[in-house]
């Protein structure tokens, strides 16, 4: 999750679980603090793109590391407070405010390796989009509330805050769930045989959900809103580079990839150039991770390391277009205006 949101939820942990035994300042400030760390991680350079994306939410994440970490960030905060005697609860605040960072950006399609050292398995529900201000503003609320009402009364805000944006988290599993079995029967109804499908939620929302479903030759995006009349899911249909794929797939760079997309990737070349791109993240003709990796000469003797060549949509445009179809307008993703979409036929 973005960074605002991990310091409302560390903060809102620190709180909760100091309660009055400390000042709320400090519980809400270490908290911040805490719910921080872990992502300092990107600051790493890892000596290409791809690396720095996949080696992201690595042993940061995990909770093997973090556990590890939390009783060595409690004596500091007991000692710089003066507060030796609840060494004990600070550990658990601070065990708890680490741990649920790294549960939480799980909640997001991307990747978090909670298992590391012992496995780099990308954890992913896919269920909330990395800003969500329906998650973000009750946990915000209830810190503010505890901060300034400084009794019982601003603990019980802070409380509400924790359980209403778990309660959001819950729902957007349950909303993920019933959009899933949409988009399968939707396949079935037309005869597609798809190896993998990813539901997710678009920019801001669990209203309005992007799929996606892969074959072996292609992949078809599709959009599904809850405000939807009916069922029916428009699919278009885009090439995966099959044929390059088997050629490549046994390159370090596209195999990692595969592995951290989950099988949701492409492979694509222009003029001697091959590209990546990672499906999961973005929409048609538009994602965040499309890597460059070089032409055939420079990958084989080293000469070129991937290079993130992604693109985003204009948010003039995009804004107005995803807020309609959240709506219930069967409209065409933003990109579909400037060249034409391969729309699937209902079978």
């Not at 100091?18 to 990107?42: E, F, N, Q, S, Y």
Request: proline share 6%; glycine share 8%.
């Amino acid at each position: 999750m973005d960074s605002l949101t991990q310091i409302a939820l560390g903060s809102a942990v620190g709180v909760a679980v100091m309660g009055r035994r400390t000042a709320p300042w400090k519980a809400a400030l270490w908290g911040a603090i805490g719910g921080t760390l872990p992502d300092l991680d990107a600051f790493i350079n890892h000596g290409d793109a791809i690396l720095n994306m996949t080696r992201h939410r690595a042993e940061s994440h995990a909770l093997f590391v973090l556990t590890l970490a939390a009783p060595a960030l409690a004596w500091i905060v007991s000692r710089v407070h003066g507060e030796a005697a609840l060494f004990r609860r600070w550990w658990l605040a601070m065990w708890l405010v680490l741990i649920t960072h790294p549960l939480l950006d799980t909640m997001t399609v991307y990747g978090t390796q909670l298992l590391q050292p012992f496995s780099d398995y990308p954890f992913a529900v896919g269920s909330v989009f990395i800003i969500d201000l329906a998650y973000t503003l009750p946990l915000i609320v209830g810190v503010v509330a505890a901060l300034r009402l400084k009794s019982a009364r601003g603990l019980a805000w802070n409380t509400a805050g924790l359980v209403l944006s778990t309660l959001y988290l819950a729902w957007s599993v349950g909303a993920q769930q019933h959009v899933t079995r949409v988009a399968r029967a939707s396949l079935q109804a037309e005869g597609i045989a798809a190896e993998r499908l990813l539901v997710t939620p678009s920019p801001f929302n669990t209203v309005l959900w992007r799929l996606v479903a892969t074959t072996p030759t292609e992949y078809r995006e599709g959009f599904y809103s809850l405000l939807d009349d009916g069922a029916h899911v428009t699919w278009t249909v885009h090439d995966r580079g099959a044929d390059l794929i088997a050629q490549h797939r046994n390159e370090p760079y596209v195999a990692r990839m595969a592995a951290f997309t989950h099988g949701f990737y492409s492979v694509s070349a222009s003029d001697g150039h091959l590209f990546v791109t990672d499906l999961r993240m973005g929409q048609e003709p538009h994602y965040t991770f499309r890597f460059h990796l070089g032409t055939e000469a420079a990958r084989a003797n080293g000469g070129h390391r991937p290079t993130l060549d992604g693109s985003r949509p204009d948010l003039a445009t995009a804004l107005p277009s995803l807020w309609r179809r959240l709506l219930g307008e069967p409209s065409l993703p933003p990109g579909c205006v400037a060249r034409p979409c391969p729309v699937a036929a209902p079978g």
